[in-house]
């Protein structure tokens, strides 16, 4: 057998959005199941996000820290953000980022994986891209306001980022999934071996 994800979409009956916010809204459906009940779901409608593990010529993770008011923490995070326009190719998301919360370019890049984050409860699409030599960015820095004025930056050997994370010290989705990612990679076919920076991603379809 085959273990892999397939697209599946089972008939809603009905549809609401009660709330639409700035950047997301939530939706009501009514969806059929198997044995032709109807049950009611509600989740987070979300434009999707890119994430970049930044990794220096030293082996060490670019990470930020920042407060995420849900969750009343501050976290240790890579550089991530939206997908602010419909159809936006995803590696100028994560290039702009990268720019924008690190003032750091990157030549070589790869789609470290990608996932839905909370499934259950949202549709969140999140690829999470590899940067390789890294180098300052040209020209002025971005203008950071809200919650990203009072970011830290730093840069964290990879050993110390897995342990953090098995230890329970680190929390973030997308440092988690992209520091383990990244391991499995170069104890697996490699860094090199990873898909291209604009490979098809059927949860968030763009134009290369």
């Known amino acids: 057998m085959t273990i892999k994800d397939t697209a599946e979409e089972w ?18 459906d009514d969806v059929v199941m198997p044995d032709g009940s109807v049950v009611r779901r ?7 996000s890119v994430a970049v593990l930044a990794l220096d010529d030293q082996g060490r993770v670019l990470v930020i820290r920042q407060y995420r008011h849900p969750v009343r923490h ?27 919360e690190a003032h750091v370019k990157a030549e070589d890049w790869r789609v470290l994986t990608d996932v839905f984050t ?10 999470i891209f590899l940067a390789r030599d890294l180098s300052e960015a040209e020209g ?3 203008e950071v306001e809200d919650e990203e004025a009072d970011m830290e930056l730093s840069r964290v050997p990879v050993d110390e980022l897995v ?3 098995l230890g329970g010290e680190l929390h973030n989705n997308c440092l988690v999934v992209g520091v383990l990612s990244l391991i499995a990679a170069q104890h697996g076919d490699g860094l090199d071996a990873l898909r291209p920076a604009e490979a098809p991603w059927p949860a968030r379809p763009f134009e290369a």
Request: proline residues 9%.
């Open 11 to 28: 008939e809603v009956t009905a549809t609401e959005t009660p709330f639409v916010g700035n950047k997301t809204s939530v939706r009501t």
């Open 42 to 48: 509600d989740y987070q409608v979300h434009p999707g």
């Open 74 to 100: 501050k976290l240790w995070e890579i550089p991530a953000g939206l997908l602010d326009i419909p159809g936006e190719n995803p590696l100028h998301a994560a290039q702009r980022e990268l720019y924008e």
């Open 118 to 127: 909370t499934p259950g409860g949202c549709d969140e699409a999140v690829r």
């Open 140 to 142: 002025q820095r971005f």
């Open 163 to 165: 342990r953090g994370v």
